[in-house]
């Protein structure tokens, strides 16, 4: 045993000593680098043999040596100066988190306080927290029921014990609804000038054809459009003409920074009161579940709070193929007098209903991410429109289901050209090479319900093609450096030229165009 100790005392001391080494070696150079005396010992050796230009020489030779010396001792000075902020800087870290852990501490006493106050005032009435005070007068009982009037114009009354009260009430005005068929005549074309000249002879709105057959064209292959552009320009009152002229107002929720998450859209259930706190968006969309007219809903300046924070859930299900998956959870249980179209806590989410937020682009907003933008249409608007004299037009009611049906004949009659297709994936053969940037199926498919419904509205097919692909395609370039892609630009530009002609694509070129300014 004792021949294996030494073996192995021998063996580590092969490792040790090479450590020993570097570190000795590395003090003793250190130590060579600020030897002084050995320095004067060498001046001294040369002096007697050097003359006046020697001299000079050596001078110059110790002021470099003295200033290198110097130069190193600062830099030691400034890594150990740096090194013990940067300790320092992680104490006060520690100790603020530690703080704010403290803090938290006490919120949650004080919270729990409160809710224990506020027991102790509801026993003191006789009740426990999860009744509902109710005093036994005329007057009183006129304060606890929600009275509202059906579409017959009786009086309908809602239980002050149930969590839904409007969910439940519009159940009471809807008791005996049958739906509406409009017989609706109209096609796309004719819609995009019915409207136009609706918001321009009742409301004062100007907007160009173009537009309108944007914005018309927009509702056919996505539930979720986006109008963007600057301050004034006209964004809100475009969604705000559309719900008067199919006489359904939109419901206008304006977003506030502190919006994080789905509760912002459909309420939260209160533990304490025992009642589902409900938002005019949920009432909307419950009302909407009825019948079968166009619904709009309006997030107003909806990037003011991360998007996909609050909306996250509605994106997903609405990618749902399947619109019997469009469900939503709002509770985890059922209680006998919830709403009849809540089932088991669950809401479904109704196909008649379109989501328009607009979107202002400053340093108060938050970006919008690619999850968003690839599930919505974006509409430019940058330019007030031109006041018009137009044909006197009043508002409609539409059948969501003959707009889709109009919407679905559009695919069939205009679906896009095997040439036009044939140019795209040039295209995105073309920017993959030369840009890294690629689209999937779901884009394929906007673009084909965007274009048809395009076309049917009066447009040509190149220039709804253009307008796709410059706000859902070549948006994505705005994440790619800049100036490492300045120089493909032009070759881009030349390609479009090439593949779709001069004259077509402007949209694409204006945008890359623009994106080259910003170098």
Same mark, same amino acid.
């Given at each position: ?39 004067? +010992? ?29 130069? *190193? ?43 224990? *106050? ?97 914005? *018309? ?106 619109? +019997? ?106 920017? *993959? ?29 190149? +220039? ?56």
């Amino acid at each position: 045993m004792s021949k294996f100790i030494n073996f192995l005392y021998e063996f580590m001391s092969v490792f040790f000593d090479g450590i020993k080494s570097i570190f000795m070696g590395f003090v003793n150079g250190f130590a060579e680098i600020f030897n002084i005396p050995k320095y004067i +010992d060498v001046v001294l050796f040369y002096k007697s043999e050097f003359g006046i230009g020697e001299w000079i020489l050596a001078i110059i030779a110790i002021a470099f040596m003295i200033a290198l010396l110097g130069l *190193i001792i600062l830099i030691f000075y400034l890594i150990i100066r740096k090194y013990i902020r940067f300790r320092k800087t992680l104490v006060e870290q520690e100790g603020m988190l530690a703080e704010i852990a403290v803090l938290n501490k006490k919120v949650g006493d004080l919270v729990k306080e409160k809710e224990e *106050i506020l027991a102790m005032k509801v026993s003191q009435m006789g009740l426990k927290p999860d009744e509902s005070a109710v005093i036994d007068t005329p007057e009183a009982k006129d304060e606890t029921e929600t009275d509202e009037e059906n579409e017959d114009g009786e009086e309908t009354v809602v239980d002050d014990s149930v969590r839904f009260t409007k969910l439940c009430t519009i159940d009471l005005m809807f008791q005996n609804y049958k739906l509406q068929n409009y017989n609706n005549t109209f096609k796309l074309d004719e819609l995009v000038e019915l409207f136009r000249n609706f918001a321009a002879s009742k409301l004062h709105l100007y907007y160009t054809t173009e537009m309108i057959r944007l914005f *018309i064209s927009s509702l056919a292959c996505t539930r979720l459009v986006i109008l963007q552009g600057i301050s004034g320009t006209g964004k809100t009152s475009l969604a705000y003409a559309w719900g008067k002229f199919i006489k359904n107002d939109a419901i206008i929720a304006s977003v506030q920074p502190s919006w994080r998450d789905r509760t912002e859209l459909f309420g939260y259930f209160n533990e304490f009161t025992k009642k589902f706190n409900e938002t005019e968006i949920l009432k909307k969309m419950y009302e909407a579940g009825y019948n079968d007219d166009v619904y709009v809903a309006v997030l107003d300046e909806m990037n003011i709070a991360r998007v996909e924070y609050y909306f996250a859930e509605m994106l997903s299900i609405l990618e749902m193929p399947s619109r +019997d998956e469009w469900i939503v959870e709002l509770v985890s249980s059922s209680w006998p007098n919830d709403p009849k179209k809540l089932i088991d806590g669950k809401l479904k989410i109704p196909g008649n209903m379109w989501y328009i937020g607009t979107i202002n682009n400053d340093d108060s907003t938050f970006a919008v991410t690619d999850k968003v933008y690839d599930r919505a249409m974006p509409i430019d608007i940058n330019d007030k429109g031109q006041p018009f004299e137009p044909i006197d037009t009043e508002a409609m009611h539409i059948n969501s289901s003959y707009l889709e049906s109009l919407y679905e004949e559009a695919k069939n009659k205009y679906p896009i050209s095997e040439e036009m297709h044939q140019k795209v994936e040039e295209m995105d053969n073309y920017v *993959i090479k030369h840009f890294r940037i690629a689209f999937g199926n779901r884009i394929v498919k906007q673009m084909g319900d965007f274009v048809s419904a395009y076309v049917a509205c009066g447009g040509q097919e190149v +220039d709804g093609v253009d307008y796709f692909i410059a706000r859902k395609i070549l948006r994505k370039f705005e994440q790619l450096n800049l100036a490492y892609i300045r120089d493909e630009i032009d070759g881009f530009i030349k390609f479009l030229d090439e593949e779709f002609g001069k004259e077509h694509f402007n949209e694409c070129k204006d945008y890359l165009l623009r994106l080259k300014k910003l170098v």
